[in-house]
Nanobody, 118 residues
Framework: VQLQASGGGLVQPGGSLRLSCAAS????????MRWYRQAAGNQRELVAAITTAGSMYYRDSVKGRFTISRDSAGNTVYLQMSNLKPEDTAAYYC?????????????WGQGTEVTVSS
């Protein structure tokens, strides 16, 4: 299993970015996909999550600004970020849960940096 994240960059406050995370491997067994972020000096925090059943979660600070989605094949997760604020600056990580007969395994992608600054 490999997760390839992309889409980070430098953006001005109020701007938008779309992050992508493509999973390879046993993608048919994916049950949940998430985006976390970690700002310098802070703990990693959950930003948004989506399950194969369609349930979604957003942390309060991004509600109404961020949208998590999956492609039709179910192996790529996106995070559309709008009205970005300086406090959104962080390394963003995708996290994917794969289920099989013995349990659930969770994998992490490499971080993609998002910097919101004028």
């Amino acid at each position: 299993v490999q997760l390839q994240a992309s889409g980070g960059g430098l953006v001005q406050p109020g701007g938008s970015l779309r992050l992508s995370c493509a999973a390879s491997g046993s993608t048919a067994s994916i049950i949940a996909m998430r985006w976390y972020r970690q700002a310098a000096g802070n703990q990693r925090e959950l930003v948004a999550a989506i399950t194969t059943a369609g349930s979604m979660y957003y942390r309060d600070s991004v509600k109404g600004r961020f949208t998590i989605s999956r492609d039709s094949a179910g192996n790529t997760v996106y995070l559309q970020m709008s009205n970005l604020k300086p406090e959104d600056t962080a390394a963003y990580y995708c996290n994917v849960d794969f289920a099989n007969i013995v349990g659930i395994r969770s994998f992490w992608g490499q971080g993609t940096e998002v910097t919101v600054s004028s």
